[in-house]
Antibody
Framework: QVHLVQSGAEVKKPGASVRVSCKVSGYAITELSMHWVRQAPGKGLEWMGGFDPEDDETIFAQKFQGRVTMTEDTSTDTAYMELKSLKSDDTAVYYC????????????WGHGTLVTVSS | DIQLTQSPSFMSASVGDRVTITCRASQGINSYLAWYQQKPGKAPKLLIYAASSLESGVPSRFSGSGSGTEYTLTISSLQPEDFATYYCQQVDSYPRGTFGQGTRLENK
């Protein structure tokens, strides 16, 4: 069983960056393919990016290219998502999510981290 | 990029009703489709994967079907705990995992 625990809520000013963490337990992070999904207030789910184990690289949705990085610290089994040049419409709950090993569907989700961008 | 369109976006139903939600893809996705349920303030929960396979622990009143570009989620007899928002997701272009816009199911 995979358990994902995310970092706490953040408030940032426009133009700043935010880094959200996702601590994995139950599996080594190297056995998983971590993804990040966000949800603006009252809106739907938006896939931001995720790890492709076949090509050993992280793929991003076009709208976030150049503005988001997704990294992992294998020594602490923690994934990170950093979003730069924040705008007010980046205000959202950010989720980490991962399929069970060997699958493609998001069985496991973090509890979400609210990022508020406001001047 | 593959786009998913759910219909309806909103529906009102009563306990005991049979409910069907549709998800249409902009191109064929080879049944690489999942359905999630999300309740307010909570993370989504996987219900159905590979278009028609029931996730462990999910009640059998939930079922999925479809192929090609059109897929459906059916709740055979709506229960009070089923009022939520439902999302489809394609993973045919994994790791890209596009979601539909959601269907909000409310109590009539």
């Amino acid at each position: 069983q995979v358990h994902l625990v995310q970092s706490g809520a953040e408030v940032k000013k426009p133009g700043a960056s935010v880094r959200v963490s996702c601590k994995v337990s139950g599996y080594a992070i190297t056995e998983l393919s971590m993804h990040w999904v966000r949800q603006a207030p009252g809106k739907g789910l938006e896939w931001m990016g995720g790890f492709d184990p076949e090509d050993d690289e992280t793929i991003f949705a076009q709208k976030f290219q150049g503005r988001v990085t997704m990294t992992e610290d294998t020594s602490t089994d923690t994934a990170y998502m950093e979003l730069k040049s924040l705008k007010s419409d980046d205000t959202a709950v950010y989720y980490c999510a991962t399929p069970a090993p060997g699958t493609w569907y998001f069985d496991y989700w973090g509890h979400g981290t609210l990022v508020t961008v406001s001047s | 990029d593959i786009q998913l369109t759910q219909s309806p976006s909103f529906m009102s139903a009563s306990v005991g009703d049979r409910v069907t939600i549709t998800c249409r893809a902009s191109q064929g996705i080879n049944s690489y489709l999942a359905w999630y349920q999300q309740k307010p303030g909570k993370a989504p929960k996987l219900l159905i994967y590979a278009a028609s396979s029931l996730e462990s622990g999910v009640p059998s009143r939930f079922s999925g079907s479809g192929s090609g570009t059109e897929y459906t989620l059916t709740i055979s007899s709506l229960q009070p705990e089923d009022f939520a928002t439902y999302y489809c997701q394609q993973v045919d272009s994994y790791p890209r995992g596009t979601f539909g816009q959601g269907t909000r199911l409310e109590n009539k």
